[in-house]
């Protein structure tokens, strides 16, 4: 069996699986001061009666990482940046703590101007005045040769300091993504590793010694304790969850979009012939552009428990949310209590639904009826004007799936999969509006718990070879070594399938699950004073993101 866990902003929600079919699932108040209270009264509420020695591993999906940053709350961060040449420190976003420092690798993996220690340790000075414990060090071709981050962090290390390296976080070559990956890493680090202790004491409470996962933003897994050093991968863990679960659910074939309706956001997620997009560069928060590989996602600020309230006449739905909606005790009408007064859910207390929308009836000179469903309508049309935004601009650039680039590839839904708690209220009007069928999965409360449940262990590494200097290099996995003057793209490519192979395998990966691709290939000759002195191959290599083997719900 195994045990899926989502822990939402608003919920967690819990499925049992048993031979790839829902045995059981729950669904509980998120309490955000106490995650393994949640964790636990989700469990416990579908393992009752179970032998836990059954439950083979348990998957968490979570929103933790990217609520700290959507909402500032995380901590601060000193950058030491080797930027080398070539580019202004002014293009760069960067703030008060970040450091431009000598020492510079050049595309080559060689190095051109060194390290100057007493530099390094002037920098760490200032982190030590001003308490800063997180650091981020990145060089612009760390990629190519990481030994200049790693002597910067081995000059300011000491016992308290947290360090991100650039080098280490990706393989891809992109100066501007990868600071804002390694800073984004540093400031949730300690708020992800708070959780991953919540999860420790969870495991510890219910007296289980089994595997547990997390969920990464291209809608993989990684054990728990090796997501520890790279927490910004958690980013988007949820949305991808819910994509997860459409794909666990449905036989979608189409060109479709995806609505997960949580409590506090729209998660809009699009798919091209049944594939999910990618995000080929790496995925967008709160304004940074990582290097991390994510589903393609866009999150809005309107969901059950969006507040509403009336602003020079017009009604407003979202994008605050403060506690769950009025029908469960919450202090403010919300879009669930319209939903609950429209008799469209048979939720919570309807009587506090109605003292909770009347005020606002009252304040527009209408009925209660009449409001709700202008409420309705009102986050109705914020969804699907945000629907047809994301398909504008996704049609205005290359179309990347999860399995390959669609050259020349329009998107045209023919269908709009609902998911979520308000789906069954709201999606007859949400197809209406866009013009195409809806449907409702199966287990579609707890789409986000099942699609992590199920979904295998993902990688990717970049390959690296120089043959002039007979090196090759795979820097997410620290791997820099010699390499023959006849090293070839073939030979590159199984380097990188057998360091891809052991770090799947570490990150908690099913030896039946291990789906390699390459991803891209590329072979260049160096030419010097006439004469061809070498080679410089690339190789992309990655699991495809998917289900678990023998997968086969519904």
Not at 417 to 424: C, F
Request: some cysteine; overall charge neutral; proline content about 4%.
């Amino acid at each position: 069996m195994i045990l899926g866990i989502d822990v939402g902003g608003t919920h967690t929600d819990a499925v049992l699986v048993e031979n790839y079919q829902v045995r059981k699932k729950a669904k509980v108040l998120t309490d955000n001061s106490n995650i393994m209270a949640s964790l636990l009264a989700a469990s416990q509420n579908i393992s009752l009666q179970e032998n836990l020695k059954n439950i083979k591993r348990i998957v968490l999906s979570t929103t933790i990482s990217t609520n700290a940053i959507v909402q500032n709350k995380i901590d601060r961060v000193g950058m030491v940046l080797l930027s080398g040449p070539g580019l202004s420190p002014a293009t760069l976003k960067s703030s008060t703590d970040s450091f431009y420092v000598s020492g510079y690798i050049n595309h080559r993996g060689i190095e051109i101007k060194p390290v100057i220690e007493q530099e390094i340790k002037d920098t760490g000075e200032y982190f030590r005045n001003e308490n800063i414990q997180k650091i981020g060090i990145v060089g612009k071709f760390s990629t190519r040769n990481p030994q200049q981050e790693l002597s910067v962090a081995k000059i300011l290390r000491n016992n308290n300091r947290q360090f991100s390296l650039g080098h280490r976080l990706s393989g891809h070559l992109n100066f501007p993504r990868r600071i804002a990956t390694a800073y984004l890493n540093a400031a949730i680090d300690r708020i992800y590793n708070d959780f991953v202790r919540e999860v420790g004491l969870f495991l510890r409470e219910i007296g289980a010694n089994i595997p547990v996962y997390i969920l990464k933003a291209d809608g993989g897994t990684i054990l728990i304790d090796q997501s520890i050093s790279y927490p910004v991968q958690t980013i988007h863990s949820g949305p991808a969850a819910s994509i997860m679960g459409v794909l666990a659910t449905t036989a979608i074939k189409e060109d479709a979009v995806a609505l997960d309706i949580g409590g506090t956001t729209t998660d809009i997620s699009v798919f091209a012939d049944g594939a999910p997009l990618l995000e080929a560069s790496g995925v967008t928060i709160n304004g940074n552009k990582t290097l991390i590989r994510g589903l393609y996602t866009k999150s809005i600020g309107v969901g059950g428990d969006s507040i509403i309230c009336i602003k020079n006449g017009e009604i407003l739905v979202g994008p605050l949310r403060d506690g769950p909606a009025a029908a469960f005790g919450g202090t403010y009408p919300t879009l669930t209590d319209a939903i609950i007064v429209l008799g469209m859910a048979a939720l919570g207390n309807p009587q506090k639904a109605i003292a909770a929308i009347q005020p606002l009836a009252a304040q527009l000179k209408t009925d209660i009826i009449s409001l709700s469903q202008s409420i309705l309508d009102k986050a109705i049309a914020v969804i699907t004007s945000n629907v047809r935004k994301v398909l504008s601009a996704i049609n205005n650039q290359p179309v990347y799936t999860i399995h390959e680039l669609l050259e020349g590839k329009t998107i045209r839904p023919q269908s709009v999969y609902v998911v979520g708690g308000p789906a069954a209220a709201m999606a007859p009007s949400v197809a209406r509006s866009l013009g195409y069928p809806y449907h409702i999965p199966e287990h579609s409360e707890v789409t986000n718990a099942l699609g992590a449940a199920l979904a295998r262990t993902t990688a990717e590494v970049t390959v690296l070879a120089d043959t002039e200097k007979e090196v090759l290099t795979i820097s997410e996995e620290g791997i820099f070594r010699k390499i023959p003057h006849t090293f070839s793209s073939a030979q590159a490519i199984e380097a990188g399938k057998e360091a891809l192979k052991q770090r799947v395998l570490r990150m908690g990966a099913s030896i039946d699950d291990l789906e390699m691709e390459v991803t891209e290939v590329q072979e260049f000759n160096m030419i010097r004073e006439f004469y061809t002195t070498g080679k410089n191959i690339r190789a992309k290599i990655q699991i495809k993101p998917g289900l678990i083997s023998a997968c086969n719900i519904g």
